[in-house]
């Protein structure tokens, strides 16, 4: 809501006298083009964090990838994670855009990079599971409420699906965190994943279950005077 509000004022304020202007000659369309703002922005931002997401997994793999100016910033800031930390893709990565999946508690997720790094005490290597995040204004400190209970769903989950859909058990994973990518700069910002979110991220799934299967109308209630009342007689 903050954003969407914010994406709205941010268009009033860039052209005041024309937006002015348009309020007395059409407003309805005006009303109707500042409502769809935030719905449109944020599609435009889904689909940008999709091809990011392309991107950093064919920088994973070692992949071709196609031209995108508008990416490119966001990739010059992974590749320059791997280089601080001295990934050697053959070695470290453990796993890319891997499924898992929890059928006791009914749900799946992809997580995004399954990495081993020298986190560990004397520098022993330990597995992260690691959440790409991308924006293009957000501080790069930037973590929300939900995000440590997404990694914890990923984390405890424990089957993996491989591309031919066989299934493994999925990695054990140390830490978790989200790599937040922005045009220029770059966090890594470890998250919890415990029995705590865990436990939290089961309460939305029993939430999310509920009010999938809820009514869409519930009945009116009269009083057995009233025309129309379907209440029993007593017998």
Known sequence: MPWGSGLVADAVIAD????????RLEPTRLRRELVALPNS?????????????????????GSPFPADPEVEPYAVQLARFFRLWRVDFERDIEST??????????????????LWLPTGRFRRRQLWLVDYKSAARKPSTTVYDEQPLQLAALRHAPVALLPDDSEIEAPRVHRTALLNLRPRAHRFIEVPSGRAQFRAFLGTVRTARYLHGAPSAYPTILPPWAPGSQTRKAA
Do not use: K
């Not at 855009?97 to 399954?114: F, N, Q, S």
């Open 16 to 23: 005041p006298i024309r937006t002015a202007r348009r309020a």
């Open 41 to 61: 922005s944020a599609e435009r931002a889904r689909r940008l964090g999709t091809r990011i997401h392309n991107r950093a997994q064919a920088i994973a793999i």
């Open 97 to 114: 855009e891997m499924t898992v999946l929890h059928r006791r508690y009914g749900y799946a997720g992809t997580g995004d990079l399954w």
